[in-house]
């Protein structure tokens, strides 16, 4: 059982970066793919980015690719979305997630990103 916990959030002016952090506790972190996904108000949860167990692949949505990248510190037990050049269309609440088979089980409470044009 995996225990994840989002921070990082806030408000940020159009074309400002932030860096997103999950921390994990429970389980064997690195057994564990790791995803961010974001949903915006009316909107479905979208997938984002995800990093392999011991971090040496990533996939990023094509939309967010160049923007958006993940990484992982597995000694830490942490996993963070930095986001740069952001746009208003990017507010939404963003969660990460662990996967250790075909499926995301295991989900945080997530953090609010906020963009002010």
Not at 66 to 75: C, K, L, V
Request: one cysteine or more; charged letters at 20%; glycine letters at 12%.
């Amino acid at each position: 059982q995996v225990q994840l916990v989002e921070s990082g959030g806030g408000l940020v002016q159009a074309g400002g970066s932030l860096r997103l952090s999950c921390a994990a506790s429970g389980g064997t972190f690195s057994n564990y793919v790791m995803g961010w996904f974001r949903q915006a108000p009316g909107k479905e949860r979208e997938f984002i980015a995800h990093i392999s167990g011991n971090g040496f692949r990533t996939y990023y949505v094509d939309s967010l690719k160049g923007r958006f990248t993940i990484s992982r510190d597995n000694a830490k037990k942490t996993v963070d979305l930095q986001m740069n050049r952001l746009k208003p269309e990017d507010p939404a609440i963003y969660y990460c997630s662990a996967r250790q088979n075909n499926k995301y089980d295991y989900w945080g409470q997530g953090t609010q990103v906020t963009v002010s044009s």
